[in-house]
Structures are given as C-alpha cells and as structure tokens.
C-alpha cells in the first residue's frame, strides 16, 4: 500500500513537471495510438507506421510494448484528444515546428530521452547549436525515408539552409554530390560534439585521406602545406578551376612561392597569359615539371618532381 502511495506521488510529480514545463496536457490518454488515429489518420501521419520507430517487437521504441505510442513523442495528450466545448479551443499538443508550445530545447529533449547514446552528450556544444535546431529541422519522423539520410535526397535537405555550400557543389569542379555517389556527412559530422571540429574525421585532413588514402604519406620529400591542410590549394566544396583548386597555378603556386628563380610571368590581370608565355607556365603550368605536388616517394624526388 506504501508502494502504491509513494508511485502514485511520483507519478503526480512528473505530471505536474511535464504539465508546467511544456504547459499542456498533463495526462495521457487511455487508448493511446487509436484514440489518436480516430482523427488523424491521412496519409502523412500514417507514414509512421513504415518506420523503424513502429516496430512492435522493439521495446525501445515508441511503439514497443509498454510504450506510450504517439505520446512518447508528443507528450501527453488527454485534453487534447477529448470532446471540446463548441466554441472551445483545443487543448495544445506538443509539436515539432516553429509554432510550438514547446521550445526547440525541450521538442529535442524528447528525442534525446531514447537517443542521448546516438547524438552525444556534447549535442549542446556542437556545430549545431541545441537551442537553434531541432532534430526535426533535419529529420522527417513521419515519412516512410528519412530524406537526410539518403545520399540522393541529403544535400537538399542541407542545402536548404547551407545554401552556399550547395551552390559550390554544382561549380564545374566538384565532388560527386549529386549523383548518389556521396554526401556531405562523407566530410562532416552533423551531431558533432564539438563545433570547433566539424568534420567527419578528427581533422581536416584524416577526413580527406579517408578516401583520398594515396595523399595520407608519409612521403619521402614532403610538400609541407599537404600534411599540413588540403584546404590550402583545394576548395572542398567546389570549385571552377580543375582539380577543385582554389586558384589556378601557376598563381596558386606563386601565393606561397617568389618568382625569383624560375623566368615565371604571372598572367596577365585580363586572366590570360601574358604575349610571351614561359614554358613554366603552359598548359599544367608549374606541374609539367612539378608534377608530385603532393609529395614524392621516389629517391630522387627532390622538388616533387617524380
Ligand atoms: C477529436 C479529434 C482529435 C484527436 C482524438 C486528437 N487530435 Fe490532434 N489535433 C486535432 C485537431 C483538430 C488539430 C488541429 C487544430 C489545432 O492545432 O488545435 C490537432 C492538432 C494536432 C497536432 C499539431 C499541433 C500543432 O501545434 O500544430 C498534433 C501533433 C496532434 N494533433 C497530435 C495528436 C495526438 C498525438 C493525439 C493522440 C494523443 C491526438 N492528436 C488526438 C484533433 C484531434
Ligand atoms: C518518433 C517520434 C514521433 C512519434 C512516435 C509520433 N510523432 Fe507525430 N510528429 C513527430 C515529429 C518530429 C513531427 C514533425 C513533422 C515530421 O517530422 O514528420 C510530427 C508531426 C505530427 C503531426 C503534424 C503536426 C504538424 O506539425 O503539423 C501530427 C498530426 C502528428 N505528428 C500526429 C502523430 C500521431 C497521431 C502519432 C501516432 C500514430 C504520432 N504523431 C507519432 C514525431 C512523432
Ligand atoms: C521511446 C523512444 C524513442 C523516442 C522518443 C524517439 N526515438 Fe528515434 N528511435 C528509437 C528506436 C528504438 C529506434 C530504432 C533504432 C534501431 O533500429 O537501431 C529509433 C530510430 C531513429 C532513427 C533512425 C531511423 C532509421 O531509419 O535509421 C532516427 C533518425 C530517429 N530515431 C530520430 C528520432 C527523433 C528525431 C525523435 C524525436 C522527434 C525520436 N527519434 C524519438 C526510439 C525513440
Ligand atoms: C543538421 C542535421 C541533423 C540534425 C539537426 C540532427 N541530425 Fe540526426 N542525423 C543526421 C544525419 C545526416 C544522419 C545520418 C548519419 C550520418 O550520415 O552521419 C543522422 C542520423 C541519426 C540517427 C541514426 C543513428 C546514427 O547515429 O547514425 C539518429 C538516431 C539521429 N540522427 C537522431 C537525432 C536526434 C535525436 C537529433 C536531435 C537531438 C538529431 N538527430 C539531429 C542529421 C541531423
Ligand atoms: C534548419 C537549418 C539547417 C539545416 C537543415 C542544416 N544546418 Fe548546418 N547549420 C545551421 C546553423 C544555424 C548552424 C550554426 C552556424 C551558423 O550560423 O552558420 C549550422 C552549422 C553547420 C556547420 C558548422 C559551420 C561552422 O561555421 O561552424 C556545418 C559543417 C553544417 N552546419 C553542416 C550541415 C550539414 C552537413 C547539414 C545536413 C546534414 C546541415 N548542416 C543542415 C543550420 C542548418
Ligand atoms: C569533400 C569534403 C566536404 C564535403 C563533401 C562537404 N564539405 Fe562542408 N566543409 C568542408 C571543409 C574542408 C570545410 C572547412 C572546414 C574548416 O575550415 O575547418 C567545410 C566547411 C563547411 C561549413 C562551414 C562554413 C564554410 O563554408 O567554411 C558549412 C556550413 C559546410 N561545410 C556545409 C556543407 C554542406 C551543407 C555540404 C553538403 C552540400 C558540405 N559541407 C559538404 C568539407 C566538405
Ligand atoms: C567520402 C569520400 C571522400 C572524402 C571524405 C573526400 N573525397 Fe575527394 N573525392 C571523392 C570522390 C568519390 C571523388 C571523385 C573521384 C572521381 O571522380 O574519380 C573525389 C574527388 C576529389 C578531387 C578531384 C576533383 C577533380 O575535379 O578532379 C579532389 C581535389 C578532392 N577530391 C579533394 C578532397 C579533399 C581536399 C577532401 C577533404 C576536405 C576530400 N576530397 C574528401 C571522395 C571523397
Ligand atoms: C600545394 C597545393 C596542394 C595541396 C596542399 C593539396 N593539393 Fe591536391 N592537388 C593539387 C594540385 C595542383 C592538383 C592537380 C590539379 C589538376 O589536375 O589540375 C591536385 C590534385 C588533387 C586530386 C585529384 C588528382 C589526383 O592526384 O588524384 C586529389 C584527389 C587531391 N589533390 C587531394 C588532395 C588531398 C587529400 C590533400 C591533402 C592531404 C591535397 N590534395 C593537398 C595541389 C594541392
Ligand atoms: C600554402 C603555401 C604553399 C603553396 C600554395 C605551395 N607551396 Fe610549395 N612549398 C611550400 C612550403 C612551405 C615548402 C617548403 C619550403 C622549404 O622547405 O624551404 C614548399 C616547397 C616546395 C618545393 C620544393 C620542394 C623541395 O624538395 O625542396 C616545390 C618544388 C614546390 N613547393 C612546388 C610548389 C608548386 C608547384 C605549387 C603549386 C601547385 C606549390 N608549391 C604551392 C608552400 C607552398
Ligand atoms: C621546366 C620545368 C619547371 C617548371 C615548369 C617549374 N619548375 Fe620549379 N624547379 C625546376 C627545377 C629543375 C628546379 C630545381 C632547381 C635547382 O635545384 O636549382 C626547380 C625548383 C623549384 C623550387 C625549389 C626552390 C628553388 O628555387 O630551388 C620551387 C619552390 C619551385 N621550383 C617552384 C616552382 C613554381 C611555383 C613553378 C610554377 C610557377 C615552377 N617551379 C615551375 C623546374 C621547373
């Protein structure tokens, strides 16, 4: 009887907790799922129910056995799903949009009761701020795919807001975004843990070896701006110039290096080579003879030559 009496007060506990938090419904309803679909039953909401959140036989989710169904995400909806007085407004239910009772920390705090061990403790500190996103900005829980995490369907979905970036991904010159080869969570870990390091990778440029594994080295003559960031000659998101250069040589090269030495004339401010152009700089320009400029193997590869 003592049990009961200590459960009963803690259930009353959390339902004044949850009712003044969220400042809605403070009971769940009966029936759960099926008083829900007595009037949400289109196709969208339905859609659910093609999900790995539906699976009857996983007790972790929300639809598993002894679970609260919808309200495990929507919170408690009694009221909500209750007869109205004509004239009446109905009772709020949390949602998952802007215009929500419930704040974006508070509609993420409800995924992250079942997902904390997925996001990360860090989700407050990450490149995306937990007071400024919601999961739901990203992930569509009612829909048969989540588009995010499909490689055809994602740089849509973050190109929506990053909308630079996916302007830089159709430039001439590009990583293969758009045709169903790679994402950008290829590069870039979006419940990082840390916004100081947004990659996939613990760096820059281990997530660039990650897949280009011929420039890990090391090498016997090192070009030292390689090991030390790939996005000091390349420009990962896109580019115009080929090879995904952030300038063309022989100007990239000519950033870092003096003219003096090699009979190298720049070109012209017009873009075009100057009336004499030096066999330095046709065609691969500084390459023709440069030609290892991510470092070189060969015993006699001094000045990344072969
Ligand atoms: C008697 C009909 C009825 C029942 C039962 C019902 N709802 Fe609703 N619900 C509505 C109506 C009507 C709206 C739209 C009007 C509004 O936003 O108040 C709505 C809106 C919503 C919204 C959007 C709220 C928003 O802020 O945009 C959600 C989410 C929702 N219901 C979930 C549920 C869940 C979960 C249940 C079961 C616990 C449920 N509803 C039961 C009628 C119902
Ligand atoms: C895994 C968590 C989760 C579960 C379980 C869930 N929903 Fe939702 N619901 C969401 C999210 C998130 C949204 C926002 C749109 C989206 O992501 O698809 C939403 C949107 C809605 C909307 C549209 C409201 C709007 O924003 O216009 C309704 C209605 C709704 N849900 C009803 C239900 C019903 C009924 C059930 C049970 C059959 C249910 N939901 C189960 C997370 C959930
Ligand atoms: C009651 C616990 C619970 C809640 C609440 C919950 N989830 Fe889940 N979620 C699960 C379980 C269990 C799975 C299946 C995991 C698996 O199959 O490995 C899952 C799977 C997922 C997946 C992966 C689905 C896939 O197709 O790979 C995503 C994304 C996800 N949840 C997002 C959310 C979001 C966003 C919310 C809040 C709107 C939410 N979840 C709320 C338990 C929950
Ligand atoms: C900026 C977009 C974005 C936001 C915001 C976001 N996610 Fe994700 N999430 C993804 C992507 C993309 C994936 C696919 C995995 C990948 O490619 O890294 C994913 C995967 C998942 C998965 C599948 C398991 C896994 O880790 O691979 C779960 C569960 C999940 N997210 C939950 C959440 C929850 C909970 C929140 C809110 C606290 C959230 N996500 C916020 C983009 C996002
Ligand atoms: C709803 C809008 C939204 C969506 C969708 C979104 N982001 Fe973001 N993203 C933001 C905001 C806001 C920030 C915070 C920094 C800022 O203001 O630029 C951010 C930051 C980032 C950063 C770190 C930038 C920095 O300067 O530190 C990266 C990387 C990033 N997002 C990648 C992604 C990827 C990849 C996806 C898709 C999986 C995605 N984002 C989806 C809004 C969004
Ligand atoms: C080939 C790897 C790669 C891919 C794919 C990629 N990014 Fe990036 N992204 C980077 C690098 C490298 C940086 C610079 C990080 C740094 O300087 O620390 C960056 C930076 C960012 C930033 C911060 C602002 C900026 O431009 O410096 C955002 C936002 C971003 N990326 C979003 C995206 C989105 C959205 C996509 C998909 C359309 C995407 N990225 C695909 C490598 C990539
Ligand atoms: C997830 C794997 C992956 C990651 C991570 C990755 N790349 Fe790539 N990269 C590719 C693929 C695939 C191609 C296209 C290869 C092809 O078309 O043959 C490519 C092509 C390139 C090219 C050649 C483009 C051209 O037009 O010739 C450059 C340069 C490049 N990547 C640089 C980078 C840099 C720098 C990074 C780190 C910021 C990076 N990549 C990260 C997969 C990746
Ligand atoms: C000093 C400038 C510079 C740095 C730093 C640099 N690259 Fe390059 N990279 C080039 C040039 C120049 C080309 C040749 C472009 C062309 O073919 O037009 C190139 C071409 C490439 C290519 C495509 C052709 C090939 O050789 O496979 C890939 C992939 C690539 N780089 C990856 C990387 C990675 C990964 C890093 C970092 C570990 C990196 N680069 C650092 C200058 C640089
Ligand atoms: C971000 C700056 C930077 C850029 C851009 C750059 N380099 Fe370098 N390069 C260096 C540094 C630093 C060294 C090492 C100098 C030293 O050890 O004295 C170096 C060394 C070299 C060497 C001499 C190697 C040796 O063994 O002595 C050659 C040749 C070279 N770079 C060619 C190029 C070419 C060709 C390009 C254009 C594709 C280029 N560099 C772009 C910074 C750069
Ligand atoms: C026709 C072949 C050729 C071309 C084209 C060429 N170089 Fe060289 N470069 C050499 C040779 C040969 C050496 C070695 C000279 C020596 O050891 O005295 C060298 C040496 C260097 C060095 C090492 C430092 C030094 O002066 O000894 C750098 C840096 C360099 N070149 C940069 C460049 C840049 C930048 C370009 C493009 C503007 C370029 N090279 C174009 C042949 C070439």
């Keep these: 009887m003592r049990i009961f009496a200590l459960l009963m007060a803690t259930v009353l506990l959390l339902t004044v907790a949850v009712s003044n938090v969220r400042g809605q419904d403070s009971e769940y309803s009966r029936k759960g799922a099926d008083t829900c679909?007595?009037?949400?039953?289109?196709?969208?909401?339905?859609?659910?129910?093609?999900?790995?959140h539906a699976v009857p036989s996983d007790a972790r989710?929300?639809?598993?056995?002894?679970?609260?169904?919808?309200?495990?995400?929507?919170?408690?909806?009694?009221?909500?799903?209750?007869?109205?007085?004509?004239?009446?407004?109905?009772?709020?239910?949390?949602?998952?949009?802007?215009?929500?009772?419930?704040?974006?920390?508070?509609?993420?705090?409800?995924?992250?009761?079942?997902?904390?061990?997925?996001?990360?403790?860090?989700?407050?500190n990450g490149a995306h701020?937990?007071?400024?996103?919601?999961?739901?900005?990203?992930?569509?829980?009612?829909a048969a795919v989540d588009a995010v995490q499909q490689v055809a369907t994602q740089v849509e979905v973050c190109g929506n807001c990053h909308q630079r970036q996916r302007n830089d991904t159709l430039k001439a010159f590009g990583h293969p975004l758009f045709d169903d080869k790679m994402t950008c969570t290829g590069c870039h870990s979006t419940h990082a843990d840390d916004a100081s390091n947004i990659m996939a990778r613990q760096t820059l440029n281990d997530t660039c070896v990650d897949c280009h594994a011929e420039k890990r080295g090391p090498f016997l003559w090192e070009?030292?701006?390689?090991?030390?960031?790939?996005?000091?000659?390349?420009?990962?998101?896109?580019?115009?110039?080929?090879?995904m250069l952030t300038k063309r040589a022989p100007l990239l090269c000519q950033g870092c290096h003096a003219q003096a030495g090699h009979?190298?004339?720049?070109?012209?401010?017009?873009?075009?080579?100057?009336?004499?152009?030096?066999?330095?700089?046709?065609?691969?320009?500084?390459?023709?003879?440069?030609?290892?400029v991510h470092g070189s193997n060969h015993l006699s590869g001094s000045k990344l030559m072969r």
Excluded at 41 to 51: E, M, Q, S
Excluded at 230 to 238: K, Q
Excluded at 266 to 289: E, F, K, R, V
Aim: hydrophobic share 30%.
């Design 129 to 142: 701020p937990s007071d400024e996103l919601a999961c739901s900005d990203c992930h569509t829980s009612h």
């Design 37 to 52: 679909l007595s009037c949400h039953d289109n196709a969208t909401t339905l859609a659910i129910f093609k999900t790995k």
């Design 61 to 124: 989710g929300p639809f598993g056995h002894g679970q609260l169904q919808c309200e495990a995400c929507h919170g408690p909806g009694d009221s909500h799903a209750g007869r109205v007085r004509r004239g009446a407004e109905r009772p709020a239910i949390f949602a998952f949009h802007p215009g929500s009772v419930a704040s974006i920390e508070a509609q993420n705090g409800m995924c992250l009761d079942c997902h904390s061990n997925d996001v990360g403790f860090g989700w407050h």
């Design 223 to 243: 070009h030292a701006p390689v090991s030390e960031d790939c996005g000091l000659c390349h420009a990962a998101h896109g580019s115009n110039h080929s090879g």
């Design 263 to 292: 009979p190298s004339i720049a070109y012209g401010t017009d873009g075009l080579a100057s009336d004499l152009p030096s066999q330095y700089l046709l065609g691969q320009s500084c390459m023709n003879c440069h030609s290892q």
